[in-house]
């Protein structure tokens, strides 16, 4: 499923992520890559971006950029 | 020890924490600038430490030295090109494997001695998290040092050490680097004979550096290698290229992706050896905090709340010290005034240089005011969580969350609006900010609606004061669409932003950031307006002779004679009215006298010139003089008028004099769109020039400004004839 489908509150595991260029590029750099576990903390009061936790850090990510990462839930 | 000056670059995240080092290490003697050809800050200091001069430099925080961004690209030349003796890079201790990143690349560098700083590792160690120093030092061959930057504790140290790395000279390479799977490590073999070969040392970068940034297609690399060695560029970017092909084919990935996974890999293998994480789980204040702040319903009032108290603040408590200035420069200008003699010296004195540069002095505590604002914004960790509430809308412009504020402040004044657009990282981001941004109307636009509108509106001025408003922000937003598809075009700067934990801010960073930022206005602006409000001066000064259709002082002669007699036959209790009635005819006539002389100045006759451009909009050539006295300021415009129109000193008199001069309510509301949307001021335009760096980009802003403003207002003009208002 995509990052972007998680509801708040949830955990789940990076399996693959997709987009191009810089985007995806900055997204494995700040360390989201396969295998990473990412925590939803919450999304902002518009619904857009999305807070997420990081190894051990907050991150915000626009749903639409959310959407290119495929994700695992951890229950 | 011999006097020898060294370099050392500070490099790290954002929120690293970096700063705060730089700021100990340099305290006061830091200078800003910019970074050449560009708008990203630099910060230099330079000091005396162990017998070396040493010249501390802050590269931008980044995450990467990938080159997208121009802090990237900035970090990422200034240590290949300048060569630091030292990069010390800045680590924020409870976020280590991130920052590892970072450091990877830097040493993948291999052209400056490395020095890690674990900064705020009390924080990590409150948060559970125990690093092995020496283990990590052992591994990655790269000295290491414990510091706490808000509380000056190891920073000595830290420069000692950076100090003694730089005292060694240069060493041998590095021992332990990332190791790359077997089809990269084997690319980079055959890849770096080649490039060995044909490139070696003559670009001064390690070669297997410059095998890595080729087979990643890395864009800055190539064009260099282009306009360096022209003769060699098609052989090594050939190969390069069929490696890259290759690499693909095999990994079914691009390179680039593969390596940074396998750096993150490295990293995990260090982590693993060097970082203890005790389960004892901490309430996270700073996770608190933002329950609040970022809460699904607060959020926004809260949000809205501190940012009518920094409006507040901005304009409120602003509004005294700026008296005292407007008093202060009224002060110096009397002064001289009554010390020199009459003449063009004295005139260009006050009317211009005085006058002019006092009306943009006078919003120096506004500024500081703001930036102080800003400065505990940035500090503490808020301004990334109102980028985080406000993204959602901005993003329909086109634009990152962190616009909003300088947008904001655009109301009040644009000067420190267009200034405060400095938070955006991206450039693209910050220059299309900077260009919509005057169309927010600022207050001193305010007093020319409310004479226009009273007058030809009187019962409706409310409405249409607000339709101009709105008028404003529709033009910002239908601008900023425009500009983002088609000059600004280009990938949205991804909105991968961090959003730190809240941190006290230090009173010395606030005051620091402040004052460093209110130098820039003050210097900069200075020259600018001066020159500004020189050749305004001289416009509306010139020619000296003006050939006045009757002689001024003959009849002011008369109305004196007149009165003399007068007032010896009157009685004494007619005399007060009668002293009245004289200053009044005076005025009257004195009033005359300079609207003559500026309808026959060099000013005159450039309105007279252009007039047929402002005729289309319904605007005399009066308007058109006064409104091009706005491009110097906008307070100036109802004076100007007021002159121009011959209105006598009471408030209600121009407005009447408004009305018999043939202006219709369609032309007076042409005129208001007009004001509205072309260049706010001079200060601005120096403003976006500097903000910029780009006078392509400052050149564009006032013709696109005033080419929409024509447009609207003709469209307004002739439109409302059409239909039948006249």
Known sequence: MKLSELKQAQTALVVRIGGNGALRRRILEMGIIKGTKIYVEKYAPLKDPVELIVKGYHVSLRVEEAAQIIVELME | ?726
């Not at chain 2, 290229?241 to 691009?254: F, I, T």
């Not at chain 2, 006092?358 to 940035?378: D, K, R, T």
């Not at chain 2, 042409?670 to 006078?695: D, N």
């Open chain 2, 1 to 726: 020890m011999e006097q020898a000056s060294f370099t050392i670059a500070l490099a790290g995240n954002p929120n690293s924490g970096k700063t705060t080092i730089f700021n100990m290490i340099t305290g006061t003697r830091q200078k800003v600038g910019n970074w050449p050809g560009v708008t990203v800050e630099k910060k230099e200091g330079r000091i005396k430490k162990f017998g070396h001069d040493l010249n501390i430099i802050d590269l931008p925080g980044t995450y990467s030295l990938t080159p997208f961004s121009i802090e990237e690209i900035v970090a990422r030349d200034f240590i290949l090109e300048e060569k630091p003796d030292v990069v010390i890079d800045i680590i924020d201790a409870s976020n280590l494997e991130r920052s590892l990143y970072l450091a990877t690349q830097l040493r993948e560098l291999d052209c400056s001695k490395v020095l890690f700083a674990l900064n705020m590792h009390d924080l990590a160690r409150a948060r559970g998290v125990k690093i092995d120093a020496e283990k990590l030092s052992e591994l990655l061959d790269v000295p290491v040092v414990f510091t706490v930057g808000n509380k000056n504790e190891g920073v000595e140290a830290l420069l000692k050490t950076a100090v003694e790395l730089a005292e060694k000279g240069r060493t041998t390479k590095l021992k332990r680097r990332v190791k790359y799977n077997q089809d990269v490590e084997l690319a980079i073999q055959d890849l770096s004979a080649l490039i060995g070969a044909q490139v070696g040392s003559q670009l001064g970068y390690d070669l297997r550096w410059m095998t890595i940034k080729l087979l990643e297609d890395d864009n800055i690399l190539k064009k260099r290698i282009v306009e360096k060695l022209p003769e060699k560029a098609q052989a090594v970017l050939e190969a390069a290229h069929a490696q890259r092909e290759n690499l693909v084919r095999r990994l079914n990935e691009e390179p680039e992706i593969i390596m940074t996974d396998e750096r993150y890999g490295f990293i995990a293998g260090i982590i693993k050896e060097v970082l203890t994480t005790s389960r004892r789980q901490r309430v996270d204040i700073s996770r608190n905090i933002d329950m609040v702040l970022t809460n699904r319903f607060l959020g926004f009032p809260i949000f809205i709340l501190l940012i009518w108290a920094m409006f507040q603040l901005t304009f409120t408590m602003g509004a005294y010290p700026m008296e005292w200035i407007e008093q202060g420069v009224a002060g110096l200008s009397a002064g001289l005034a009554a010390l020199m003699p009459d003449g063009i010296v004295k005139e260009l004195l006050l009317d211009g240089i005085v006058a002019g540069v006092g009306s943009v002095i006078v919003f120096l505590p506004n500024i500081l005011i703001l930036f102080f604002c800003i400065a505990l914004f940035e500090d503490t960790g808020y301004m990334a969580r109102a980028a985080f509430l406000m993204d959602r809308i901005m993003h329909l412009i086109g634009l990152h969350g962190k616009s909003f504020i300088p947008m904001l402040m655009g109301f009040g004044c644009n000067v420190p609006a267009v200034m405060a657009a400095r938070t955006l990282e991206s450039e693209k981001d910050r220059i299309l900010t900077i260009l919509i941004t005057p169309f927010m109307s600022c207050s001193a636009r305010l007093p020319i609606y409310i004479v226009l509108a009273g007058t030809f509106f009187s019962n409706k001025a409310g409405s249409v004061l607000f339709a101009i408003y709105l008028t404003g922000i529709v033009m910002a937003i239908l601008s900023g669409r425009l500009l983002r598809s088609t000059l600004l075009k280009g990938a949205d700067a991804p909105f991968v932003m961090e959003l730190p934990p809240y941190r006290m801010p230090m009173a010395r960073s606030l005051i620091i950031h402040m004052w460093d930022r209110s130098k820039l206005f003050l210097r900069k602006m200075g020259g600018v307006i001066l020159i500004g409000s020189i050749l305004i001066w001289v416009l509306s000064a010139f020619p000296r002779e003006v050939a006045y259709s009757r002689n001024y002082a003959e009849v002011k002669q008369q109305i004196e004679t007149e009165f003399t007699n007068r007032l010896e036959t009157a009685a004494a209790v007619n005399r007060p009215a009668l002293e009245q009635e004289k200053a009044g005819r005076l005025a009257h006539l004195e009033k005359h006298r300079q609207m003559e002389k500026s309808e026959k100045s060099w000013m005159g006759m450039i309105g007279k010139v252009i007039a047929p451009v402002f005729a289309p909009l319904g605007i005399d050539w009066r308007g058109g003089i006064a409104l091009l006295s706005g491009f110097v300021a906008k307070e100036i415009v109802v004076s100007t008028m007021g002159v121009l129109y011959a209105a006598e000193n009471e408030a209600d008199a121009l407005q009447t004099a408004l009305a018999a001069s043939g202006m219709t309510p369609l032309s007076a509301l042409a005129m208001m769109f007009f004001v509205l949307l072309y260049v706010p001021c001079l200060a601005t335009i120096a403003s976006i020039r500097r903000e910029t760096a780009s006078l392509k980009w400052t050149v564009f802003s006032v013709v696109y400004s005033t080419l929409v403003a024509w447009l609207a207002a003709f469209t307004v003009y002739q439109g409302g004839r059409l239909l039948g208002f006249a």
